[in-house]
């Protein structure tokens, strides 16, 4: 179980670079290509009909190649959206002696590796702080977006101590949410049961 952790991380750490170096690198390049090709337009505006066709040529192909690089990008930013919900279900399968429930809109998406680690990290946290702290039979996984902010909200049916409040677990969630602009927040509910919520502002999201 944990080397399958490892593994996926490492494909993730490889994807995220490899986004970035093709974003980045390829993406500059193919910027500054794009502006001497215009300046060379600029440069020699009584060439022929041939030089002209040659140049309109490089300027369209340029263009593509742009398009084909934020396609590519887009996809691998898919890859990690879908791989985010795929990881959460699988979690929650593998809970014992606890149902969870997930509620959430699929069509959210969570394009950034980094923030998807670190939500996943803080949602098994908090499962973890259910079993080991609470009495509880069920637990609620929910997941909302509006127009400012990403949420996420953990429920139990528990009987909470103080102790999930003030422990580790909790300040480790706490962190985690600040690295990636962030926070959390918990509260003992009036019925029955604890709650942690998690916010990411939406522009942390773009």
Request: hydrophobic residues 40%; negative net charge; glycine residues 6%.
């Given at each position: 179980?944990a ?45 022929g009909?041939d ?16 398009s ?20 959460l ?5 593998n809970v ?7 509620e ?10 980094v ?14 702080n ?5 009495r ?22 528990g009987n ?6 003030a ?14 602009g ?8 009036d019925?029955q ?5 998690l ?8």
């Amino acid at each position: 179980m944990a080397q399958g952790r490892l593994a996926e991380q490492s494909r993730r750490d490889e994807r995220r670079k490899i986004r970035q170096d093709l974003h980045d690198k390829m993406g500059h390049e193919l910027a500054a290509m794009n502006i001497n090709l215009q300046l060379l337009e600029h440069k020699f505006p009584d060439k022929g009909a041939d030089e002209k066709h040659t140049l309109v040529q490089a300027q369209e192909a340029c263009q593509r190649l742009f398009s084909t690089l934020g396609n590519v990008v887009g996809e691998l930013r898919k890859q990690t959206n879908a791989q985010f919900y795929e990881q959460l279900e699988q979690m929650i399968a593998n809970v014992p002696s606890l149902t969870i429930t997930l509620e959430c809109d699929f069509a959210l998406k969570i394009q950034d590796d980094v923030i998807a680690d670190n939500l996943l990290c803080c949602i098994q946290e908090g499962i973890t702080n259910i079993l080991k702290h609470s009495r509880a039979t069920r637990a609620w996984i929910i997941i909302k977006y509006d127009d400012q902010n990403l949420s996420v909200l953990l429920q139990d049916n528990g009987n909470t101590s103080t102790d999930i409040v003030a422990g580790n677990g909790i300040q480790g969630i706490k962190q985690r949410m600040g690295i990636i602009g962030g926070r959390a927040h918990t509260d003992i509910l009036d019925t029955q049961g604890f709650e942690v919520s998690l916010t990411l502002p939406r522009e942390a999201l773009v």
